[in-house]
């Protein structure tokens, strides 16, 4: 088929050679035969299917066609050609060119003078004068001449109102007696488009008006104008009609008319006359003489009802609306309206007011002051709640709230009540919460919804963590952790000052910061005795710096101080030592506790067999006596078990941690009236050997001490006989009269020192204050007791 067609397409050049070469005469009579060519007119529409016409019957029945050629206008190269040299129409070879006319043509044979050329989908450039030439066989060539011209379409038409504006649905609202114009305007068509008005198949008005602004070629205009508006143009529908030339077809665009008359009366009816509130109650508007039916508008004082709570019903020219009503604390006093309209009628407009009175409990709303805001809100601030009252009858009282306790005027402690307001001096986080008012009437007590009143601040320490000491050694690295609360708690930043330079920020030497979020952990090595001090740490936010840092003292570690406040109790089986914990000095610490033998009035004694002498001088004795009983415990209480009476101890309580021990609490002249009942397990040591460890006591204490020698029934019946025997002594002694012995362990010698106050004595080497540590029973029955008591501080 290629070949074919490239045969066709060399043919066809040939032939054209052929024409040149014959010469001058040969070639000009051609445009003449063109223009002698009878024309045909063929008109179409853009996108439409068109037949080209062209008569290919011979001369003569005994002639041939030989081949048909179509030109258009006056390009050289055929646009189609036949090719039927082979003797035969069907067999002959077609062909056209490759643009986009060729691939929409085809050349339809037919009978002879049927024969077509078919063009599918014409554009406006395809117009133009098409030429047909048909050579026979025998016969001289023949030319047909086709005009073909589409028809242009004008644009859709547009239709606007008086007020310029198009109407792209409903035209109007147009009132009744006022007068009506519309306009349709159509651009572009040929030829010339007409556009006409129509209604319900009648012309209202086909004269084309003149367009004053733009080309009067490009527009085409016919205004419609009713001077008067009647009842028979309600729900008309018009036509404006734009139609090209004889073949053009006519494009229509319908508009709707909307004809409004304005109501005639207006009447509202409740259901009930008296009104409380929280009652529901109905409402009805009739309204009447309005065309079409009239738009009906509830509002209640300024407020507008919605569609939910308003049902309505339409007839030709009536409306009837009801309302259902729930009334509440801000419709006392209200207009309720009823309103009829036809928006764009002057004066079509009718309402009916009723004033409402309800009767109701306090409505209360609790508020910031104007000018307050919320979320400005920042520590320091002062801040205005206003409480909303509303009520019939007036309310008798406003009450404050905040977290649900009620709040009292208090000048001093910022706290401002009014007969509605609540004023706040100078805010503090302890402010922050939820904060309500309530207000009582003869109706009932409400309350207001809480109101959350938050505030932003600069940062602070958080709670805990003001002021820390702590304790390092020389060359220690430590970890100081700075915690914080802010709010905003975002882009929180930090800074660190050492000793004096408060609010300058200094490098420190040997540290490491880092932070994060609300946390600042500063690394920090003591170098030097010069790197004790104060450190402190400063954050910031959007609201501002913290008023007061974070101290950390750092100060040298060292050995704990004495326990504090030591006294001695009575339990049922044991005697409890408790005391205070001093300072740690900076580092865990323990307790450690020691029993030994008092050198009170002692002399050269002797136990058993033994004879133990104690040495003396001028200030007193030298040395101290062994301990013979220890016990370790992690808080300064202890209990003490087996202490043999009829000796004097004396307590020694130290406090130990990795730096040393301290000076011991003294607890002195602690005697025992009797054995303490029970062996109880303990985890201190107990000399097993206690004559060995105690000084030889004094002659009238050696009566326990013979008497504890006895063996078998003899010496229990010398042990009790000298314990009477030496708790005699001791009453005679201390010069009281002598009373039944308390039902205990202990002897009464012992006054603790909440009940009396001990006369205290100095050593001559640290002043350190000691106690009168005699033991008396604190539950004794007897009142005048203490009157009976005498504290024995002789050396």
């Known amino acids: 088929m290629h070949c074919a067609l490239e045969y066709v397409f060399l043919t066809s050049l040939l ?123 025998d016969s001289p060539t023949r030319n047909f001449r086709v005009n073909l011209t589409l028809v242009e379409q004008p644009s859709k038409p547009v239709i606007y109102d008086a007020q310029g504006r198009e109407v792209t649905g409903v035209g109007g609202p ?45 527009f085409t205009v016919n205004d419609l104008f009713v001077e008067k508006v009647t009842k028979s143009l309600w729900g008309a529908k018009l036509e404006c009609r734009a139609r090209s030339g004889p073949m053009g077809k006519p494009i229509v665009r319908e508009v709707s008319l909307d004809i409004y008359l304005k109501p005639a009366i207006v009447k509202i009816v409740l259901s009930e006359d008296q009104i409380f509130a929280g009652r529901p109650i109905a409402a009805r508007c009739e309204t009447w003489g309005s065309s079409p039916a009239a738009r009906i508008i509830w509002r209640l004082g300024e407020h507008v009802m919605g569609d939910p709570n308003v049902s309505t019903t339409q007839r030709t020219n009536s409306t009837v609306s009801k309302l259902a009503l729930v009334l509440g604390k801000d419709d006392d006093g209200k207009e309720l309206i009823c309103r009829a309209e036809n928006p764009r009628f002057p004066g079509g407009v009718l309402e009916e007011v009723k004033t409402l009175r309800i009767s109701y409990a306090p409505v209360v ?192 570690a060292k050995a704990p101080q004495p326990p504090l406040d030591c006294a001695l109790h009575n339990e049922s089986s044991s005697l409890e030592v408790n005391c205070i914990p001093g300072s ?30 104690t040495p003396q001088s001028d200030q007193g004795l030298v040395g101290e006596s062994p301990p013979i009983y220890q016990d370790m415990n992690p808080t300064p209480n202890f209990q003490l078990h087996d202490l043999e009476p009829g000796y004097d101890y004396t307590v020694y309580i130290y406090a130990i941690n990795g730096r040393g021990k301290s000076e011991p609490a003294l607890l002195e002249n602690v005697r025992v009236a009797e054995s303490i009942g029970g062996k109880m397990e303990r985890s201190g040591i107990f000399l097993e050997d206690l004559k060995k460890a105690l000084p030889q006591a004094s002659s009238e204490n050696m009566i326990i001490v013979i008497a504890l020698t006895g063996i078998g029934a003899v010496a229990l019946v010398l042990i009790g006989i000298g314990m009477v025997i030496g708790l005699a002594i001791c009453r005679k002694r201390s010069n009281t009269p002598i009373i039944e012995g308390p039902d205990d362990f202990t002897t009464p010698t012992y006054v603790p020192a909440h009940r009396i106050e001990p006369r205290i004595r100095y050593s001559n080497e640290n002043r350190r204050s000691q106690r009168t540590s005699l033991y008396v029973e604190e539950n004794r029955k007897e009142p005048d007791l203490l009157n009976r008591v005498e504290l024995d501080l002789r050396d």
């Open 15 to 137: 032939m054209v050679l052929k024409t040149h070469r014959t010469g001058v005469a040969a070639e000009e009579p051609l445009p003449e035969f063109q223009n002698k060519a009878p024309v045909r007119l063929v008109w179409a529409t853009e996108g439409d299917n068109v037949e080209l016409p062209c008569d290919i019957t011979p001369p003569t029945p005994e002639d041939s066609v030989n081949m048909v050629l179509w030109f258009k206008d006056n390009v050289g190269i055929p646009l189609y050609s036949l090719d039927a040299r082979n003797g035969s129409l069907t067999g002959a070879i077609h062909w056209a060119v490759s643009d986009d006319l060729g691939r929409r043509t085809y050349f339809q044979v037919g009978d002879g003078h049927r024969a077509r050329l078919k063009v599918t989908k014409v554009t406006l450039k395809d117009q133009g004068v098409f030429r047909c030439r048909v050579d026979f066989v």
């Open 174 to 218: 147009f009132l009744e007696g006022y007068s009506l114009a519309l306009t349709c305007q159509v651009s572009g068509g040929r030829p010339k488009p007409s556009v006409t008005w129509w209604k319900d198949g009648e012309l209202l008005d086909g004269v084309v008006d003149t367009v004053s602004i733009g080309s009067p070629s490009r």
């Open 365 to 556: 709303i609790a508020r910031l002051a104007t000018g307050y805001v919320l979320d400005t809100l920042r520590e320091g601030d002062d801040l205005k709640l206003v409480c909303d009252v509303q009520s019939n009858p007036p309310p008798m009282q406003v009450i404050w709230y905040h977290d649900n306790q009620r709040l009292e005027h208090d000048v001093s402690a910022g706290i401002l009540l009014a007969s509605k307001s609540l004023t706040l001096r100078e805010l503090t986080l302890a402010h922050v919460g939820e904060y309500s008012c309530g207000a009582t009437n003869a109706v009932g007590e409400t309350h207001s919804p809480p109101l959350f009143i938050h505030m932003k601040y600069a940062p602070r320490c958080r709670e805990g963590n003001e002021r820390r000491e702590i304790t390092v050694a020389r060359h220690e690295t430590i970890s100081l952790t700075c915690e914080v609360e802010a709010l905003p708690d975002d882009h929180v930043r930090f800074s660190w000052t050492y000793n004096g330079t408060i609010g300058d920020v200094l490098p420190m030497p040997n540290s490491r910061v880092e932070n994060k979020g609300l946390t600042s952990v500063l690394e920090y090595t003591l170098g030097a005795d010069t790197d004790y001090g104060t450190l402190a740490c400063w954050a910031s936010n959007s609201i501002g710096r913290q008023r007061a840092p974070c101290i950390f003292n750092i100060v040298p």
């Open 584 to 613: 740690d000095g900076g580092s865990p610490q323990h307790f450690l506790l020691e029993v030994r033998g008092s050198f009170r009035n002692f002399g050269i004694g002797q136990i058993g067999s033994h004879t133990l002498q």
